[in-house]
């Protein structure tokens, strides 16, 4: 498949296929069945799903900017499942506040679609509408909102989005818990947290989940033709629906004490996709 260039005539889906070929020669692993990203609160699964072949810094593969957080690389890793797929897991999200366009964020999913991932599992930590949801519930992902007012997609590319986040996938998760629940995301901008008033306006709209990432990376694992699985942490009660102000420290600490339990759930889940 070709794809148009841009004004600078780089291709991104061609920078995509490097990143992809430099992988699986620095992991020995020519090809990935699945791929996860791992959010706030669900670094842990990457230990837990399976036996790590190789764990490569992303600085060394094309397309992968400087971490955001300074003394944090963000790897990419080889896993090895029980069931003898191999499991790309990228600890190194770009999020669109970083501006560095959405070429950036979405490069993981379209290297994880090179490297031949046909299920793209996208986690992160998020704030919940839904008050029953506090004290660190794992939530899965049935449609989102896109508020950040981007798309991966470029020019005249018309790409469905009905069943963006697979039923059947949602549905093997609640095979090995069936008390998850499921929510609308809303994806702002950020970094900022929202005020009381966009958190009303997004329960207005059908959002059950408010956060920073993901609506755009599904959107381009949706284009790639990959299967996406997505799943929050709601780590605090978005604004004004709790009723002390959001600290990241709290939000952070949230994470740290959900991490265990969360990770064991996503090891299930992996080897069912
Ligand atoms: I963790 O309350 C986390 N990420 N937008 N709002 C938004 N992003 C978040 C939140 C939140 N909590």
Known sequence: MTHPLNAEGV??????????????EKSGITNHDIAL????????????IGETVSEIPASQIVGFSKPAVVGHVGTIRSVRLPNGKHALVIGARTH?????????VVHSVRTAAAAGAKVMVLTNGAGGIRKEWAGGAAVLISDHINLTAASPLEGATFIDLTDLYSKRLRDLAREVDSTLDEGVYCQFRGPHYETPAEVQMAKTMGGDIVGMS?????????????????????????????????SHEEVLQAGKDAEARISELLAKIVVKL
Not at 37 to 43: E, N
């Open 37 to 48: 990203t791992l959010g706030s609160g669900w670094a842990k699964a990457a230990d837990l």
């Open 96 to 104: 669109f506040y970083e501006n560095h366009g959405v070429r950036a």
């Open 11 to 24: 291709d991104p889906f061609a920078i995509a296929s490097e990143a992809a070929k430099q992988i699986a």
């Open 214 to 246: 993901t609506a755009l990376e599904a959107i381009a694992a949706r284009q790639a033709g990959m299967e996406v699985l997505g799943m929050s942490l709601i780590t605090n009660l978005a604004a004004g629906v709790q009723s002390t102000p959001l």
